[in-house]
């Protein structure tokens, strides 16, 4: 299936290659899954694309497989995050689009979490997402444009057993990043956020999904980040027939049970299979 039929509601395939011709996007999170998939589809519609990763190794080739630039960046380190900026701006010209892919996905029972593992998954999911944000919203402001894309997850709208800490962070980013597009509007910087279902990559490794829970690919999820750039919109889901996850806060908590019982959420992410998701686990700090 062809890009542009993949982006429903999205220019055809001329007006998404005009929509994204030679702007600058730089992607976090970009050796790998959903942020090198995005890469290769905004740079086949003729962006400018830069990738960023806290792996050295991997994103040099990530980025030698494209034929593009590929850096290094901690986006824990505020310091890492704004070196990055600068050495994409400096290499290939301001930034027009951020996106924030870069995270993680711990899973199990939340009373054996680590203390530490906690607030890694908060450092990058969460202040990671806020300090690259701000870091290039503040460039952005000056010149009167741009967009960071935030890349969140429908777990910030269905609480889950298993998924207690990672549910958190991807609320935070949903909320945050509404609240602050509102705020940005004005000045004509946008800052919209993606909201995945489970996608298969290393995030869902040992997991045991179903029929009723569908996992998709990262193509799927690129697709929609290319649709949210070349159409700006506060926040979408990928894929778009989740976007009733939005109303999930106002049905009764009876239907909520209900439903997590039906579609085994109520113990996917507590019994999985260990192995399968042990390396995974180590690449995250979570072994």
Do not use: C
Request: net charge neutral; no cysteine; glycine share 10%.
């Amino acid at each position: 299936m062809s890009l542009s039929n993949r982006l429903r509601r999205t220019p055809d395939r001329s007006g998404l290659r005009a929509a994204l011709r030679g702007k600058v996007i730089a992607i976090t999170g970009g050796a790998r899954g959903i942020g090198f998939e995005t890469a290769t589809q905004l740079f086949d519609a003729g962006a400018v694309v830069v990738l960023g990763d806290i792996d050295d190794e991997a994103v040099g080739k990530a980025g030698a497989d494209l034929g593009i630039e590929g850096f290094g960046v901690d986006v824990t380190d505020r310091q890492s995050f704004d070196a990055f900026l600068t050495k994409v701006e400096d290499t290939l010209g301001p930034i027009d689009v951020l996106i924030n892919n870069a995270g993680i996905m711990p899973v199990g029972d939340f009373l054996s979490y680590d203390d530490a593992l906690i607030r890694r998954t908060y450092d990058i999911d969460v202040i990671g997402v806020i300090t690259g944000t701000q870091l290039a919203a503040r460039r952005m402001v000056r010149r009167g444009h741009g967009q960071v894309v935030n890349i969140a997850s429908v777990a910030g709208r269905l609480p889950t057993p298993g998924l207690t800490i990672y549910n958190g962070a991807k609320a935070a980013v949903i909320e945050f990043s509404e609240a602050l597009d509102a705020e940005l509007e004005p000045t004509g910087v946008r800052v919209s956020t993606v909201l995945p279902t489970f996608t298969r990559t290393g995030l869902i490794s040992g997991l045991h999904t179903n029929s009723m829970v569908r996992a998709i690919e990262p193509e799927e999820v690129a697709a929609q980040v290319v649709s949210i750039i070349a159409r700006p919109r506060v926040r979408v889901t990928a894929p778009r027939s989740m976007a009733w996850t939005h109303a999930n806060a106002l049905f009764p908590q009876r239907m909520k049970r209900a439903s997590r019982r039906m579609a085994k959420l109520d113990s996917m992410f507590l019994d999985y299979d260990h192995d399968q998701r042990s390396a995974y686990s180590r690449r995250i700090g979570a072994e």
